[in-house]
Structure formats: C-alpha cells, structure tokens
C-alpha cells in the first residue's frame, strides 16, 4: 500500500519541468495515468487503515468467518474425495509446478481475465495462475500472506454462497499494475438466508522479474461496517422461517420478538434437562447448592418463559401486531 504514498509524495515533491529536457510526449499519457491511479488509490488505502485500526471487531467477525469455512471446508471434506476433485487437485499441481517461470505482461493479463471470468475472488474457481505463490492479499478487513490461504478461503466461504452475480466495470491496465473495479451480490446459505452485496475494486501489482502478481488489494466502496450488517438481514423481505424472523427483531432492536422466534428452540432444549432433574429429586438427588443446581434453576426458568410465549405469539398473531 506504500507505494500509492510513495508515489503521490514524488509527484508533490518533483520540481517544475524543464521546457529544454521534457520528455518525448509519446511515453508521457502512460506515466500520467499510472500516476492518475496511485492518486486515486492513495485515499483509498487511507481509508482502508483507518478501517482497520478502528474496527478490531470486524477483523474477530473476518478471522470468525475464516474458522466458519474450515468447519464447512472440513465437512464437505468426504465429497472433495470424488473424481471431480482429483482433477482441481490435478489442475492445483499444475499451477504449483509453473510456480517459479516467468510470465509476460500479456499472458498474465490473459490469466487474470480467466480468473474474473470464473469469479475466482467470490467463489474460489480460479487457478490464480498469474499469482507468485507468496503474494500480499489485503481489504479492509485484513490483510494476509499466501496463495493457498487465500484460495482456502475463498473456496471455504464460496461453497457458502449462492446466486452470486459478479459484474467487472472497470479494466485498467497500467505500467506496473492492473486496476479493476467490481459490483457483487449473493446470497449466504445461513438458516436466515442473508444477501451481501458491495462494490469495490482490485489493484493487482505485478513483479519487474517474474511477471506475476506480488500483491492483490481490495477496496470496498463501502463502509465495511455495513456489510457486516448485511449478514444480520434476510434476503427474504417477509420471513419465511423462525430464523428469519429473529434476524429481523434483531436488525430491529426488537428484544421481545427475538425471544418469541427463539422460544420454541429454548424449550426444545430445556425441557429434556428439566425432565431429568425433576427425576432425579422424585428419586431423592438433589443437586441443589452446586454448579449444576444452578443449571437446573435456569433451566427450569427458560423453559416457563419459552412455555409463556407461545400464547403470547399466539395472540399476536390474532390482532396482527
């Protein structure tokens, strides 16, 4: 991200032009336009700090969703033994061993493309051929080294996903650098069936040697906060199940109707424990003064409460409130 500073700091600093020794005017519209990009790019990755020293909880929510796609990853584990998967290990090998050549600007271009074209950023498919294997991946949530993490990820949380619609509205190539700028939508396969949708940007910076992608930049166009909250409202704009409607009390700060979509859970739980422990003291085991009489206490009051509420959502489904 230094570089964009970099960059903007020499453009500020650099002494009026000699009329005697300006450059020819055929290489000039190039270096305008890499500097026009840095510029552009410079608030953005400001932007992007500030975001990160001030949202410590969004990085917990980036690093929570990360634990969330190695669960699924790990469960989905079995299927990954199939033929299909054989031959993306195939294809993953592939990559690995071409890991050290060199790439013209024009091929790794052509990669790049092939990626977008698979969506590679939102579901994971692409080969990411184009990359140096130890490429910078940073958003404005976290920032991180590693194609095979990055790839990990993405597959993991992209086999979450659904209806993805991905849309590239920007191609700018430049000197040293690739600058694209995207609009996404999809839809999380979460019992309350959440839609995340932002628009952003990538600048992918190509190595002088090799050719390939050394670091991979995300902006979001968007406050990162707000997607967070995304997860927090159903796609659906009427629920459709309990989970859905305890999203909406909860998006709405409505703490009652969060405990009235709950209620039927809580005493699906509860009532076995409390059976148990109404037993046991009909046998003559009392856990009371314990940790575990405690338990049963509590137990015991979520399961009246969650029994009150269902004539409660009963009449409130009868007056419509």
């Known amino acids: 991200m230094a570089h964009a500073s970099l960059a903007m700091s020499a453009a500020l600093t650099r002494p009026a032009p000699v009329r005697a020794r300006r450059p020819p005017t055929t290489s000039s519209p190039r270096r305008v336009t890499a500097r026009r990009v840095a510029a552009r790019a410079a608030p953005e990755t400001g932007s992007s700090s500030d975001d990160k020293q001030a949202g410590a909880g969004l990085k917990a929510v980036w690093y929570g969703a990360e ?8 469960t989905k584990a079995k299927d ?20 050290g050549a060199t790439l ?34 940073s958003d404005p949530f976290v920032a991180f080294e590693g194609v095979d993490r ?99 009390s909860l998006a709405d700060g409505d703490a009652f109707g969060c ?13 076995p424990w409390v059976a148990v422990s109404v037993a046991a003291k009909a046998a003559g085991i009392s856990a009371e003064g314990t940790p575990l009489g405690a338990v049963d206490t509590l137990a015991f009051w979520l399961l009246v409460l969650a029994l009150v509420a269902e004539p409660v959502r009963f009449f409130k489904g009868i007056i419509g409130s």
């Open 104 to 137: 013209t600007r024009a091929r790794a271009l052509e990669l790049l493309r092939e990626d977008y074209d698979e969506k590679y950023f939102v579901s994971g498919a692409g080969a990411l051929a184009a990359y140096d294997p130890k490429c910078e991946f």
């Open 80 to 99: 990954d033994a199939s033929p299909a998967s054989s031959g993306a290990n195939a294809g993953s090998t592939a990559t690995a061993s071409s890991a």
């Open 150 to 248: 990055f790839k990990q990820n993405v597959g993991n949380l992209g086999g979450m996903m659904r209806d993805i619609d991905l849309k590239i509205t920007g191609w700018e190539e430049n000197e040293d650098t690739l600058v694209t700028s995207w609009r996404f939508s999809c839809v999380l396969d979460l019992p309350w069936r959440p839609k995340l949708a932002a628009a952003g940007g990538t600048t992918h910076a190509f190595d002088e040697g090799t050719g390939k992608v050394v670091k991979h930049i995300e902006r979001w166009d968007v406050d990162p906060g707000k997607v967070v909250k995304q997860l927090l409202v159903p796609a659906s704009k009427l629920p459709e199940n309990r989970w859905e409607v305890f999203m909406f």
């Open 67 to 74: 634990a969330v796609g190695k669960v699924v990853g790990a």
């Open 259 to 271: 405990w009235l979509a709950a209620s039927p859970g809580v005493a699906k739980l509860t009532a």
